[in-house]
């Protein structure tokens, strides 16, 4: 169960590259409604905290970047799709990998 692991810590905001900050303002305006990034408890979709460090995502699927990628703009069961660019979608997972 994953409230049960120490999971490693996201990356400090002060630290974060141009690109992962750029992806944090995406993750508020299109993520931030239904995931929460600091916690893996559900909001409306999964918490994301250290999605990228785990085995596997919430579905079982390894959280690879094209995984993320075709589950965020695509959409998955109640998650709707998202539609990005790719410059904005290689943000997003730049962020993505800090927490």
Do not use: W
């Not at 409230?3 to 002060?14: E, F």
């Not at 409604?33 to 785990?54: D, E, F, I, V, W």
Request: hydrophobic share 30%; proline share 13%; net charge neutral.
């Amino acid at each position: 169960m994953l409230g049960c692991r120490s999971l490693p810590p996201s990356k400090p905001a002060s630290e974060f590259t141009p690109q992962e900050a750029s992806g944090a303002l995406i993750y508020q305006q299109k993520c931030a409604r239904c995931h929460y990034p600091n916690s893996t408890h559900p909001l409306n979709g999964p918490g994301l905290q250290a999605l990228t460090k785990l085995p596997a995502m919430p579905s079982g699927a390894p959280p690879t970047d094209e995984r993320l990628t075709a589950v965020t703009l695509h959409g998955r069961q109640m998650m709707p799709a998202t539609p990005l660019d790719d410059q904005q979608m290689q943000d997003l997972l730049a962020y993505l990998h800090t927490l």
